[in-house]
């Protein structure tokens, strides 16, 4: 099976000439997170979910390697604001969140050359800050805040899809581990929701953009112009 890989990746490499002619190149950009989570409480019973809308703060920067035109390796780091909204019962509403830091690493194919193409791959995730808020109705009940915290799985790996048609992706992600660890929430100073939630699958779907940024450099094997001696 690794032979196969090997020789697959050989091929691609060989599938246009002008791979040895071109440089690793960066891209950047964010993009606008809609999530969901599918939750149980203690006793297994589905707990009611809302979307979560996210703008802020999400950052990209992104290795492309092309090994042609149609196919190319991605690799980089993003910061992105992600989380759920659930509802042990009909007065309450627990918003939950982190910040990820994540390594994608991803496969591209497509017209690489007018940057119409699919990418798929997956991400290793640190959820670096952790936040949670409780809510009786409109009222702010409780919040809890704090840094690498025992709430979320510390890492977590995800899987995704996006499709990309020149600066403008969407793009699908899930996570493989629950994306919370359960534990006690606090209402007020005298109640709380034991070990909530039991489970806690996240996915996602954004829409974001993506600008490429200008190579720097002679292409690799390009001949040097001819001087013309004008006198």
Not at 176 to 201: E, W
Request: charged share 25%; net charge positive.
């Amino acid at each position: 099976m690794k032979y196969k890989l090997l020789v697959l990746l050989f091929v691609l490499l060989l599938a246009d000439n002008s791979f040895a002619q071109k440089k690793p190149y960066f891209t950047n950009g964010g993009d606008l997170i809609f999530s969901y989570g599918l939750a149980t409480d203690s006793a297994g019973n589905d707990l009611t979910s809302n979307v979560r809308f996210s703008s802020w703060y999400h950052i990209e920067e992104t290795l492309n390697i092309d090994f042609s035109k149609s196919a190319g390796f991605i690799t980089g780091l993003g910061l992105e604001n992600i989380g759920m909204i659930t509802k042990p019962n009909e007065a309450i509403t627990v918003k939950q969140r982190a910040y990820s830091l994540g390594l994608p690493i991803g496969f591209r194919f497509g017209n690489l050359e007018k940057r119409r193409f699919v990418t798929i791959g997956g991400e290793g995730e640190l959820m670096l800050d952790y936040k949670e808020k409780v809510f009786d109705g409109k009222n702010k009940m409780q919040k809890h805040h704090e840094w690498l915290s025992n709430n979320t799985n510390l890492l977590n790996p995800s899987v995704f899809l996006k499709y990309q048609k020149k600066s403008v992706y969407v793009c699908a992600k899930y996570y493989l581990l629950d994306f919370l660890k359960p534990s006690d929430i606090h209402i007020d100073k005298t109640s709380f929701i034991p070990a909530y939630p039991k489970t806690s699958q996240l996915f996602y779907i954004s829409i974001g953009y993506s600008s490429k940024g200008k190579s720097k450099g002679k292409k690799i094997n390009e001949p040097e112009p001819k001087k013309v001696n004008l006198i």
